[in-house]
């Protein structure tokens, strides 16, 4: 074990063990119970569920948008659709189906590339979206394992991601006699402990300088810097286009405001949510809410110009959501699935949308037409 050999890890450390280790973290295998059959980690039968699995109407207002953009990049011979991190499929599926029913010259240059570090769940999208057919897929579909094999200014389209960047490692500190700690992670009498380490690294010390993170005595929060190296790798494989980030978090201004004591880091195991990393390992899900004030100063440093920023209500109520279920019988599933989606004390409110541009004019985009913030709200910390 690591932490026999080098002594105490940091949290970020510990959460991308967790997470991402080969062949025992919680997204590179299937979920195994006793006396149940192995099954996803996403959806109803899993440990949560995210929107593509409530309905397919993100996806298919997300066309709608696209189809936008593509007509500002002029049409290009291919546009790139990037979707990191898939999940099982369902949102791919969606959207490439929406493409073939509305526009068909789209369709037919779109090239969908997904970035997927987990085997098994390459494996699950790639079933999935064998359903589509007519071989399509063969040269239509590719899969890359990361980010840093992706090449440098070869995306012209669009770089979508849901519910992926609360799951990137956090480091976590604590407020403790006056002094900021980081909290890392010992191993003693076969348990996981916490112990708090006063000598911040380098890196720490330049997150919290740049983002001006400032707790009370005995509040805990997270620092966001594996979410910063995503969105530089981000802006470096875009060279036209836009980058759409769906996930749940808040502003800078919230997101460390003084009452927040124990920040927002949170499990997931069937549906029921904890606060504590350490049981179950390997068993449950992770997360943490996004700082997007964070994500867009580091997009803005690295080449993206922010678009806007709102609520994923008003993105889907921009992109004319009510016409895609006007004529449906309203006791239907897909409208009972959208009232979920447009709640305003749950996703509809709590999920944020961050859209960014590159190597384009400013222009509107219809998912920003209702704004729920303003546009400083998000670049000012």
């Given amino acids: 074990m690591e932490i026999d050999l080098n002594g105490p890890i940091s949290f970020a450390r510990f959460m991308e063990l967790a997470l991402y280790d080969v062949p025992h973290g919680y997204y590179m295998t299937k979920k195994v119970e006793p006396d149940l059959p192995p099954s996803d980690r996403i959806g109803w039968g899993g440990d949560f569920y995210t929107a593509p699995e409530l309905s397919p109407i993100l996806a298919k207002t997300l066309v709608r948008q696209v189809l936008a953009i593509d007509d500002q990049l002029g049409h290009p011979a291919q546009f790139t659709f990037m979707e990191i991190g898939a999940g099982n499929g369902t949102f791919a599926f969606d959207f490439i189906q929406e ?90 009498g076969g348990h996981f402990v916490e112990c708090l380490n006063h000598r911040l690294s380098p890196n720490l010390i330049d997150y919290i300088e740049t983002h001006k993170v400032a707790l009370s005595e005995a509040q805990t929060s997270e620092l966001h810097l594996a979410a910063e190296i995503w969105m530089r790798h981000v802006a470096r494989l875009l060279r036209r286009g836009v980058v759409v980030t769906i996930d749940y978090g808040h502003t800078h201004g919230d997101y460390y405001r003084s009452d927040r004591k124990d920040g927002t880091f949170l499990c997931y195991y069937r549906h029921a949510i904890s606060t504590d990393p350490y049981s179950r390992v390997g068993e449950q899900d992770m997360t943490a809410h996004v700082n997007f004030s964070a994500l ?14 709102t609520t994923m209500a008003n993105w889907l109520i921009g992109l004319g959501v009510e016409e895609l279920v006007r004529d449906q019988d309203q006791e239907s599933e897909d409208v009972k699935a959208l009232t979920k989606l447009l709640r305003p004390h749950g996703m509809g409110t709590t999920f944020k949308v961050l859209a960014q541009r590159k190597g384009m004019e400013p222009f509107p985009l219809q998912g920003l037409r209702y704004r729920a913030f303003f546009d400083d709200a998000v670049s000012s910390q």
């Fill in 99 to 188: 493409c073939r029913s509305i526009d068909s010259d789209f369709y037919h240059r779109l090239s969908y590339q997904i970035i997927e570090r987990s085997p098994h769940l390459q494996s699950r999208q790639a079933a999935k979206l064998s359903e589509i057919g007519e071989g399509w897929g063969n040269k239509h579909l590719s899969w890359k394992s990361s980010l840093e094999n992706v090449e440098t200014d070869s995306v012209t389209g669009v770089v979508f991601s849901n519910e992926l960047v609360d799951a990137l490692p956090v480091h976590r500190v604590r407020m403790a006699d006056h002094r900021l700690h980081e909290i890392c992670v010992a191993y003693k």
């Fill in 296 to 309: 867009a100063s580091v997009g803005t440093t690295n080449g993206l110009d922010l678009i806007g920023f």
